[in-house]
């Protein structure tokens, strides 16, 4: 794949939707935007203007570095449990389908309980229990996540443990070691790769809609989620509040839906058409 | 097959569900206990004396040790009580406690709030495969145009990624700014007074049925691609078969799976997306409720709210099941994917 | 393809054929005498002699009524008792209003007052007047004539049963158990409760025995429960409800702009403040100096501004009552930064950090203090907890040797009726995990003092010293008043609202003299 997505124009939007929006939440906040959290910076409520490009909010904060912070946050608190689910859910799934046997009717029953749970209620009592914030809407997308992580591991696991290669490496004395990383991982990566950023947009939409509950990350911090619920209050004065959050919450999760889509095609084209 | 095959896949299907559900049950019920902040103390607030609080707890035996409150609950339920809902009303957010006094049974206060969400449910659902399947097959069809691959990957990428809180807001605030005929809040039972409700009710469904549009569009192209990409349709072309012979035999029926598939996903989202759409638009249903309760330490209203659910979907994914063992019977000799 | 097209048209004939039914209807319910009323928060109890919480306690003041009353302002006059003695210190006799009825019809007598305050002096009710005012025993004289006794001198008595909990409830059903106040209503006021959906709506229909003449003059009130201002707004614009209790003070901006609104922001005797917990071992604030500091660094009018949109006005210990404290003269009460950064130097509290929590509304004010303290040199976090978990948190165990954390937290306090209840609340004995002040025996014996008294000048010197003493002490700060806003319909109803109010149920409390105007 020297050319990423050459001839793949969505997939190519994608990258670059992704790039910008994480040069505007990483980068962004170094220039000379303003203060995210200095209170009556401008008047209260104000529509864009010079002074505050993306107007102010209704404690007279300057709307352009909490929307630039909101992104970075929203990406971290995204992406920070997806990639403990993945990692998790490779251990597990690998071992569970390679083993089988007890562990494996564990694992799946487990992971059956876990996905019965509505996942609404499953965050908010996991964010009751820890406290609101980054460590509970950690905690909750983990466990939200990760059984449909752990299923689609141990799916793929199944089918490439059943190759003839594999069974050539374990008669031939491999430890299971060597078998699970050397053997399995490559094979099964592609698929995690593609679930995991699936489960990035899914986790997204699972902390905004933890923000917009009022539990997600404390003020004066917000993530995109939280930005959006501050700002459905003042809907009727000032709809720049709401507006200009939930138009990039909507592309980030649009531009990494596109970018799944784009690898699904390349890493696991078994997937792609419907032939798991 | 047989049908004694079938009916054995049936009961196995059963059991996993029933112990799945067990689970759940053990699983919520530990979790509501790991809350920090105690009934009693929302009962009665800080002013009440220390023995009024240990007089509540009593009555409640929220001292007993934990598996024996589990085990009464779980025989309670079982036998179809699933107990008083310790705070009488959930809708109060925020700084208000609740009192005692009242008690409602859960079941009756679920039961009367059910038939908004169901509404509200079957509605979104409704939508969504109106809407999403013909979508898809039709995209599906067309595939050899690239703008209509482009763009329907691009739809329904958007049509998933935009949050229901943030449609849902755009809705509140368009429809409530300007009179357009539908209404933000303002439910009535579909009994009652059917416009009134249905003028309530249609933008909330709305809301929550865009998600689900999205995938049963994408899902349906996918799996129409799919099938058009094997041998037997261009056997069936050889034979002379028309089009409209060809969808109707080959796609429709193979494309089902993962159709049946994708209902139980929509299915879980619309558990979770009902309560916010329930907030947003002032419906008086379930899921709302047992959102509130769990701010309000109401275990006995939360522990039956999500084993209700959990049922709801354990009973949807079974019937999935179920379903895909009619419709293609090598799924159960390759058994549990 | 064809299901599209059926589904499209389906919907353009459903929506045309709703818009007409819409305009019918809105022409019908004005004309029926309902007052139709909004409110965000649903009830959460209905025993009127225990539930506490303002909106059950709104909905009181349509079915029951209590021996007084109080009038615009704040004044006791009389209720259901026409008049009333002092025997004694610690005995009033009241002579009942004869021919008032309850609902069912049956005439109210001395035994229905008995019963009722017995009800409410027994200590295993456990209701909230207890706190307030030491009721210890009622007699019948005759059957219209009552002697209520308290266990030592109060001078604020007549004001403190002005509250909900001292209604009268029918005391011969509630005896027979034919009634049961915590699953029904049935009171001496203008309405009666005809139907309650939990979380929609509550209807109270006209009380045919009521004993005021011509009242009430609305057939029926119907209160609505809509959690969203969003939604409230567009039913006050649609005429769907009348009179809307909203949340948000922008709200009053964008009120202005609908035609035939008339909004207004009611005081009441409720104020914001922020508790310092002076009592954990382990608390940042320990040293008086940085409590008094943050005092002095919070700059109320810029909250109100940024916050409240201006409408709200600076706290002070019994503020909006007839005797609010005057702190003109106290430095320890006055914006200050300068002064407080001096007084964190000399601390040694430079960069101190703690947790500043905010529940629910208070939580934007959480952000501003967050600013304003750190502009002095502190370095307060914001935390963010729920109802339940914030009650056992804040206040630990209810006493000093079970403090609650060592944070800063938002709450408010409440003058009620009487400037006196605001002061008694923070010599109350479940304080004593929070704030030192709960335990000085000065304080205590102040309290105690003043409430045994009657209003004059040697009273008011003891308001002034006990607030001199809270602005030493500073571990409540009161920050700012908190009022209700209020809409209506002015093409729709008359209303009565009075400026200031005792409670947070009290502004419907003329419902019965509101009227319903027809639509042409």
């Given at each position: 794949?020297?050319?990423?997505f050459r001839g793949?124009f969505l ?13 505007l939440?990483?980068v962004g ?5 303003g203060?995210?959290?200095a209170?009556?910076?401008g ?8 002074g ?6 209704n ?6 570095p909490?929307?630039l ?22 251990v597990?799934g ?5 083993l089988?046997g007890?562990f494996?009717e564990l694992?799946a ?8 749970f509505?996942s609404l209620l499953?965050g908010?009592?996991?964010v009751?229990i ?8 950690t905690a909750a ?12 591991v141990?799916?793929t696991?199944l ?5 003839d290669y594999?069974?050539?490496s374990?008669?031939?004395g491999?430890s299971l070691?060597r078998?699970?990383l ?8 592609g698929?995690?790769?593609?679930q ?5 947009s899914v986790?997204m939409l699972i902390e905004?809609?933890?923000s917009f509950?009022g539990?997600g990350?404390?003020p004066?911090v917000a993530s995109?989620?939280?930005l959006?619920q ?5 809907l009727?004065q000032a709809?720049w509040?709401a507006?200009?959050?939930g ?7 649009f531009a990494?839906n596109?970018?799944?889509d ?5 890493l696991?084209?078994?997937e792609?058409?419907?032939l798991k | 097959?047989?049908y004694?095959?079938?009916?054995r896949f ?14 759940v049950?053990?699983?919520v019920f530990?979790?509501i ?8 103390a929302v009962?009665?607030?800080p002013?009440a004396?220390e023995?009024?609080?240990e007089r509540l707890?009593?009555?409640?035996g ?6 024996q409150?589990?085990?009464r609950w779980?025989?309670?339920f079982l036998?179809?009580?699933?107990g008083i809902?310790l705070?009488?009303s959930q809708?109060?957010i925020?700084?208000?406690a609740c009192?005692?006094a009242?008690?409602?049974p859960?079941?009756?206060?679920f039961?009367?709030r059910?038939p908004a969400t ?13 809407v999403g399947i013909?979508l ?12 209509v691959r482009?763009?329907?990957r691009a739809?329904s990428?958007l ?9 849902g807001?755009?809705f509140v ?6 009179d ?5 809040g303002?439910y ?5 007074d ?7 009710m249609?933008?909330?469904a709305?809301?929550?049925?865009i998600f689900g ?9 996918d ?7 094997e041998?037997f349709?261009m056997a069936?072309?050889a034979?002379?078969?028309?089009p409209?012979q060809?969808v109707r ?6 494309a089902?799976?993962p159709v049946v598939?994708v209902?139980?996903?929509n299915?879980?989202y619309l ?6 759409a329930?907030?947003l638009?002032?419906v008086p249903?379930?899921g709302?409720?047992?959102l ?5 330490r109401?275990?006995a209203v939360?522990?039956?709210g999500?084993?209700?659910?959990a ?5 949807v994914n079974?019937?999935a099941d ?7 019977p ?8 | 393809?064809n299901?599209?097209i059926?589904?499209r048209?389906?919907?353009f004939?459903?929506?045309a054929?709703l818009?007409?039914a819409a ?12 007052i ?9 109890g ?10 059950s306690?709104?909905?009181?003041n349509f ?12 004044n006791?006059v009389?209720g ?5 003695e002092q025997?004694?210190d610690?005995?009033y006799r009241f002579?009942?209003r004869?021919?008032?009825r309850?609902?069912n019809?049956?005439?109210m007598t001395?035994d229905?007052?008995v019963t ?9 009710l ?7 005012v030491?009721?210890?025993s009622?007699?019948?004289v005759d059957d ?6 308290i266990?030592?001198p109060?001078?604020?008595f007549l004001?403190?049963?002005t509250?909900?909990?001292a209604?009268?409830?029918p005391?011969q ?7 049961d106040?915590?699953v ?8 009666v409760l005809?139907e309650h959906?939990?979380d ?6 006209r009380?045919p025995?009521?004993?005021?003449e011509?009242?009430?003059?609305a057939?029926?009130v119907?209160?609505?429960i809509?959690?969203?201002?969003a939604?409230m707004?567009?039913?006050l614009?649609?005429g769907?409800i009348?009179?809307a209790r909203?949340e948000s003070y922008?709200a009053l901006d964008?009120l202005a702009?609908?035609p035939n609104?008339e909004?207004?922001v009611?005081?009441i005797?409720h104020?914001?403040?922020l508790h310092l917990n ?6 940042p604030f320990a040293?008086p100096?940085?409590?008094q500091?943050i005092?002095l ?5 810029q909250i ?13 210990p019994?503020?909006?009552t ?5 702190t003109s ?7 200050d ?6 007084m ?5 509290a ?5 947790t500043?929590v905010?529940r629910g509304p ?5 952000e501003?203090?967050q600013?304003?303290?750190?502009a002095?040199g502190?370095?307060p976090?914001i935390e ?7 009650i056992?948190?804040i206040y630990?165990?209810?006493s000093?040797?079970?403090p609650?954390?060592p944070?800063?937290s938002f709450?408010?306090?409440s003058?009620k009726s009487?400037?006196i209840f605001?002061?008694q ?6 304080m004593?995990g929070v704030s030192?002040l709960a335990?000085?025996e000065?304080?205590r014996g102040?309290v105690a ?7 004059g ?7 002034q010293r006990?607030?001199?003493?809270v602005?030493?002490n ?10 209700h806003?209020i809409?209506h319909?002015?093409?729709l109803?008359t209303?009565r609202?009075q400026p200031v109010e005792a ?7 003329f419902a019965?003299e509101f009227?319903?105007l027809?639509?042409?």
């Amino acid at each position: 794949m020297k050319v990423p997505f050459r001839g793949d124009f969505l997939s190519r939007l994608a990258v670059v939707l992704l790039i910008s929006l994480l040069l505007l939440g990483f980068v962004g906040p170094s220039l000379p935007v303003g203060d995210p959290a200095a209170i009556a910076f401008g008047p209260r409520l104000s529509p864009p203007a010079p002074g505050w490009l993306m107007g102010t909010d209704n404690l007279g904060r300057t709307m352009l570095p909490r929307v630039l912070q909101g992104i970075r946050i929203t990406f971290v608190l995204a992406a920070t449990p997806v990639l403990i689910t993945s990692v998790l859910a490779v251990v597990i799934g690998m071992l569970a389908g390679y083993l089988g046997g007890w562990f494996d009717e564990l694992v799946a029953r487990l992971a059956d309980v876990l996905f019965a749970f509505p996942s609404l209620l499953l965050g908010l009592i996991l964010v009751a229990i820890m406290g609101p914030g980054v460590r509970g809407i950690t905690a909750a997308i983990i466990l939200i996540t990760l059984p449909l992580m752990v299923r689609v591991v141990r799916a793929t696991t199944l089918t490439i443990a059943s190759r003839d290669y594999v069974a050539a490496s374990r008669v031939s004395g491999a430890s299971l070691a060597r078998l699970l990383l050397v053997h399995l991982l490559p094979n099964i990566a592609g698929a995690v790769v593609v679930q995991a950023t699936f489960t990035i947009s899914v986790s997204m939409l699972i902390e905004s809609g933890l923000s917009f509950l009022g539990i997600g990350v404390q003020p004066p911090v917000a993530s995109l989620g939280s930005l959006v619920q501050n700002g459905s209050v003042y809907l009727v004065q000032a709809p720049w509040l709401a507006l200009a959050p939930g138009v990039f919450l909507a592309l980030a999760i649009f531009a990494v839906n596109l970018l799944g889509d784009g690898l699904r095609d390349r890493l696991d084209p078994l997937e792609a058409h419907g032939l798991k | 097959m047989g049908y004694l095959g079938y009916l054995r896949f049936a009961m196995e299907r059963l059991a996993s569900a029933i112990l799945t559900l067990l689970g759940v049950s053990i699983l919520v019920f530990t979790a509501i206990h790991l809350i920090p902040g105690s009934y009693e103390a929302v009962m009665l607030g800080p002013q009440a004396p220390e023995a009024a609080r240990e007089r509540l707890r009593e009555k409640y035996g929220l001292d007993d040790p934990l598996p024996q409150q589990y085990m009464r609950w779980l025989l309670a339920f079982l036998g179809g009580d699933m107990g008083i809902a310790l705070c009488r009303s959930q809708q109060s957010i925020g700084q208000q406690a609740c009192e005692n006094a009242d008690q409602a049974p859960i079941i009756a206060e679920f039961a009367r709030r059910a038939p908004a969400t169901i509404q509200l449910a079957f509605m979104a659902a409704a939508i969504a495969n109106l809407v999403g399947i013909p979508l898809g097959i039709l995209a599906g069809l067309s595939a050899g145009s690239r703008t209509v691959r482009g763009s329907s990957r691009a739809i329904s990428a958007l049509g998933m990624g935009i949050p229901s809180f943030v449609l849902g807001t755009l809705f509140v605030y368009v429809f409530s700014v300007h009179d357009l005929g539908l209404t933000v809040g303002g439910y009535v039972p579909l009994s009652e007074d059917p416009e009134a409700n249905l003028r309530a009710m249609v933008l909330p469904a709305i809301t929550l049925s865009i998600f689900g549009t999205a995938l049963f569009a994408r899902t349906t192209r996918d799996a129409v691609l799919t099938v058009l990409a094997e041998p037997f349709i261009m056997a069936a072309v050889a034979r002379g078969e028309s089009p409209r012979q060809i969808v109707r035999r080959h796609v429709l029926r193979n494309a089902a799976i993962p159709v049946v598939t994708v209902s139980a996903v929509n299915m879980g989202y619309l558990l979770g997306g009902a309560a916010i759409a329930e907030l947003l638009f002032s419906v008086p249903g379930f899921g709302w409720y047992v959102l509130a309760a769990i701010h309000k330490r109401d275990y006995a209203v939360v522990q039956a709210g999500v084993l209700v659910a959990a049922v709801a979907f354990v009973a949807v994914n079974l019937l999935a099941d179920l379903a895909y063992a009619i419709i293609d019977p090598r799924t159960i000799r390759r058994g549990r994917g | 393809m064809n299901h599209n097209i059926r589904l499209r048209f389906f919907v353009f004939a459903t929506v045309a054929l709703l818009c007409i039914a819409a305009a019918s209807g809105i022409a019908q319910e004005a004309s029926g005498g309902t007052i139709v009323w909004g409110v965000k928060t649903e009830a959460t109890g209905i025993d009127v002699q225990t539930n506490g919480q303002s909106p059950s306690r709104q909905l009181f003041n349509f079915v029951y009524e209590q021996l007084v009353d109080l009038d615009e302002n704040l004044n006791v006059v009389p209720g259901l008792a026409e008049s009333w003695e002092q025997l004694d210190d610690t005995t009033y006799r009241f002579h009942l209003r004869q021919g008032v009825r309850f609902s069912n019809g049956r005439e109210m007598t001395a035994d229905d007052v008995v019963t009722s305050f017995e009800r409410i002096i027994d200590p295993d009710l456990g209701s909230y007047i207890l706190n307030t005012v030491p009721l210890q025993s009622v007699t019948k004289v005759d059957d219209y004539t009552v002697e209520i006794g308290i266990a030592s001198p109060f001078g604020a008595f007549l004001s403190a049963i002005t509250t909900e909990a001292a209604s009268i409830i029918p005391g011969q059903e509630y005896l027979e158990g034919a009634f049961d106040p915590t699953v029904e209503m049935l009171g001496t006021g203008p309405f009666v409760l005809e139907e309650h959906l939990p979380d929609e709506s509550w209807t109270f229909a006209r009380n045919p025995h009521h004993w005021r003449e011509g009242l009430p003059k609305a057939d029926r009130v119907k209160v609505l429960i809509i959690p969203e201002d969003a939604t409230m707004l567009a039913a006050l614009r649609d005429g769907r409800i009348n009179i809307a209790r909203l949340e948000s003070y922008d709200a009053l901006d964008v009120l202005a702009q609908i035609p035939n609104v008339e909004s207004e922001v009611q005081a009441i005797t409720h104020y914001w403040t922020l508790h310092l917990n002076s009592v954990h071992p382990d608390s940042p604030f320990a040293d008086p100096r940085i409590r008094q500091a943050i005092n002095l660094a919070i700059n109320r009018q810029q909250i109100s501004d940024l916050v409240f949109g201006g409408h709200e006005d600076i706290a002070v210990p019994a503020v909006s009552t007839a005797e609010p404290c005057d702190t003109s003269e106290n430095p320890l009460a006055q914006y200050d930064p300068d002064r407080a950064r001096e007084m964190i130097q000399e601390a040694g509290a430079e960069g101190l950090t703690f947790t500043l929590v905010g529940r629910g509304p208070s939580t934007p004010i959480a952000e501003v203090v967050q600013a304003q303290l750190g502009a002095v040199g502190l370095n307060p976090q914001i935390e963010v907890w729920d109802f339940a978990e914030g009650i056992q948190r804040i206040y630990g165990g209810f006493s000093a040797d079970k403090p609650g954390e060592p944070v800063a937290s938002f709450g408010f306090n409440s003058s009620k009726s009487a400037p006196i209840f605001g002061y008694q609340n923070w010599a109350a004995n479940w304080m004593t995990g929070v704030s030192t002040l709960a335990a000085n025996e000065e304080y205590r014996g102040l309290v105690a003092q003043a409430n045994s008294m009657n209003s004059g000048p040697e009273r008011t010197a003891l308001f002034q010293r006990m607030c001199e003493m809270v602005y030493e002490n500073a571990s409540h700060l009161p920050i700012l008043t908190k009022g209700h806003i209020i809409a209506h319909r002015t093409d729709l109803v008359t209303v009565r609202i009075q400026p200031v109010e005792a409670g947070g149920g009290d502004f419907l409390r003329f419902a019965s003299e509101f009227t319903v105007l027809d639509s042409e």
